[in-house]
């Protein structure tokens, strides 16, 4: 029943693996399916090397209950359910500890838009979320981690910027599939370590000129958009 959901999310999980994303256990991705308000997701504590498609957990989106699968679900799962509750235009989501993304949240600062290859994939900077208190993590920390990313997320456009950083823990981001979760979570690390360098080599510099981050943003997105053979 959910073969080729399963064998999406397991390729999406693979290409974190492939493109060094992640180290042992240190990630996940699922993808929803809205029509039957569940999503599949890794499994929780299997090494990429180890993995099979046969092991993706398929989940309930309304209350991240396991409904099809032999292992437990990964520890993110709550995470996962409360973002596509949050975000009903999404459709995928990854999480790892790649380490740029990483080091920003527990720096506990926001990735600004220093250059053109950031505002292509990202309108304005990655926010970073607050820690989440302790009353928080003991009614349910990662449910409540999707709570403190909604938060981050007001007065903001979750399609526009589909990434953000959960402080002292790490990045998230979404699309609108699996795959393109991936692909989201693989432009953040290298945003990430462009900003890095940035600021090494000039601690004082100041953001891209809106108009510039507009352009390339919107060249890509929306309904004007001119880049690439689709237009």
Request: aromatic share 10%.
């Amino acid at each position: 029943m959910y073969e080729e959901l399963r064998k999406r999310v397991y390729e999406a999980n693979m290409e974190l693996y492939r493109r060094n994303m992640v180290l042992y256990t240190w990630g996940n991705v699922s993808e929803a399916d809205r029509e039957q308000g569940v999503f599949a997701i890794k499994p929780s504590g299997v090494k990429y090397e180890d993995l099979r498609t046969e092991d993706i957990v398929i989940v309930r989106i309304e209350d991240g209950v396991k409904v099809d699968g032999e292992m437990n679900p990964s520890s993110d799962t709550p995470t996962h359910a409360g973002l596509y509750r949050a975000f009903p235009e999404i459709g995928g989501v990854t999480h790892t500890h790649s380490t740029c993304a990483t080091a920003w949240a527990q720096a506990g600062k926001s990735i600004p838009c220093f250059g053109t290859t950031h505002a292509d994939y990202y309108r304005s900077d990655i926010p970073v979320t607050r820690y989440i208190s302790k009353e928080e993590v003991d009614r349910g920390y990662e449910l409540e981690t999707a709570n403190v990313i909604k938060e981050a997320f007001i007065g903001r456009n979750p399609v526009h910027t589909p990434a953000v950083l959960v402080r002292g823990h790490g990045p998230f981001t979404w699309g609108k599939d699996a795959d393109n979760s991936v692909y989201n979570a693989v432009v953040l690390e290298e945003v990430a370590k462009m900003a890095m360098y940035t600021l090494s080599i000039t601690p004082e510099q100041s953001e891209l000129p809106v108009s510039i981050q507009d352009k390339h943003f919107l060249r890509k997105h929306g309904p004007n958009a001119y880049y690439g053979q689709g237009h």
